[in-house]
């Protein structure tokens, strides 16, 4: 089977660090992708790791460990509207088109 | 605003009606999607079209009919629906080489009554 599994609530203050953890077991793994997505919003993309590592991008960090198949979100300096949902998916194929396989899902409340 | 859009947004129906839900990408992508997002449930992939071409159907009933004219337009054509069906559906574009970092539509919110 496929599955990613990652915390379905989270919750941090104002100008704290957070981190959404992702543990996946897929039978193709390319990468695993972030997305952010608010009440009622469309998912947007938020970072990629195919390689081993931590990529940065403004407050907001993801790490990927092939060999645990484990990766991370890590949010800093937490702000209001950071409150959303986020999602981790994996590339499961890279043929033409490809194939995002999601996880559930992690509420962030940030709280003042 | 993500250059795709989705009409219509909200979408009543009942189980014998034949309806169409339409997607446009103003990126220049070449790889358009159709997802289901149920509540307190994981984004379900149905269909991936790349290149115009249809490359995965996830195991979807047949009353979801999917259509790709060009790579700019995608519609899913819906048939005797059942009240499960009921979700959010989203429409997603990328570069055919990027899926990992798709572009999504707001969605269509489906009733099925």
């Known amino acids: 089977g496929q599955s990613l599994e990652q915390p379905s609530e989270v919750t941090a203050v104002e100008g704290a660090i957070v981190q959404i953890n992702c543990t996946y077991q897929?039978?193709?793994?390319?990468?695993l992708s972030w997305y952010q997505q608010h009440d009622g919003g469309a998912p947007t993309f938020l970072s990629y790791?195919?390689?081993?590592g931590l990529e940065e991008t403004g407050r907001f960090s993801s790490f990927l460990s092939r060999s645990d198949s484990y990766g991370y979100l890590l949010l800093q300096e937490l702000q209001m509207k950071d409150s959303a949902s986020y999602f981790c998916?994996?590339?499961?194929?890279?043929?033409?088109?490809?194939?995002?396989?999601f996880g559930q899902g992690t509420e962030l409340s940030v709280k003042p | 605003e993500t250059g795709v859009t989705q009409t219509p947004r909200h979408l009543v129906m009942g189980m014998t009606n034949k309806k169409s839900l339409k997607c446009e990408q103003h990126?220049?992508?070449?790889?358009m999607y159709w997802y289901k997002q149920s509540a307190k449930k994981p984004l379900e992939l149905m269909f991936v079209?790349?290149?115009?071409?249809?490359?995965e159907n996830n195991s979807v009933p047949s009353r979801f009919s999917p259509e790709c004219p060009n790579s700019s337009h995608l519609f899913l054509h819906l048939h005797t629906l059942q009240p499960e069906d009921s979700a959010l559906y989203l429409c997603?574009?990328?570069?055919?080489?990027?899926?990992?970092?798709?572009?999504f539509g707001p969605g269509t919110r489906l009733t099925v009554t």
């Open positions: 997603a574009s990328s570069p055919a080489g990027s899926s990992y970092e798709q572009y």
């Open positions: 897929t039978s193709g793994f390319y990468g």
């Open positions: 790791n195919a390689l081993d």
């Open positions: 998916a994996v590339i499961s194929s890279i043929r033409q088109g490809g194939k995002l396989i």
């Open positions: 990126l220049g992508h070449n790889a």
């Open positions: 079209y790349s290149l115009e071409e249809r490359v």
